[in-house]
Nanobody, 128 residues
Framework: QVQLIESGGGLVQAGGSLSLSCAAS????????MGWFRQAPGKEREFVAAINWSGSSIYYADSVKGRFAISRDNAKNTVFLQMNSLKPEDTAVYYC?????????????????????WGQGTQVTVSS
């Protein structure tokens, strides 16, 4: 059974940092792209960041560029999201996901419909 389990969410003051992790089990995801999405109350799920299988291609939403960093450790089947300079508008449930489609580009990996497995999400709350 394939599982993606996020951890690391919590409550932080504006300007602070949090580090999210997403551990995959059930199969190896070392050959596939991984992404982070978020969903705030009353809003649609939105793209945050994505990384290809090797880490050589990384994509960010404009709203988090320069503040967030995505990385992965294929040996541990884990993807990370380091979030710095957090803002109240970053408050959301953060989801990790994996796309089994390879050799795609930025536009493809920014679309949630192109991901095949999803985690249950972890809450990030940034207070002002």
């Amino acid at each position: 059974q394939v599982q993606l389990i996020e951890s690391g969410g919590g409550l932080v003051q504006a300007g602070g940092s949090l580090s999210l992790s997403c551990a995959a089990s059930g199969r190896s995801f070392s050959n596939y792209a991984m992404g982070w999405f978020r969903q705030a109350p009353g809003k649609e799920r939105e793209f945050v960041a994505a990384i290809n299988w090797s880490g050589s291609s990384i994509y960010y939403a404009d709203s988090v560029k320069g503040r967030f960093a995505i990385s992965r450790d294929n040996a541990k089947n884990t993807v990370f999201l380091q979030m710095n300079s957090l803002k109240p508008e970053d408050t959301a449930v953060y989801y990790c996901a994996t796309s089994l489609s390879t050799l795609k580009g930025s536009y493809y990996y920014r679309q949630s419909r192109n991901y095949d497995y999803w985690g249950q999400g972890t809450q990030v709350t940034v207070s002002s």
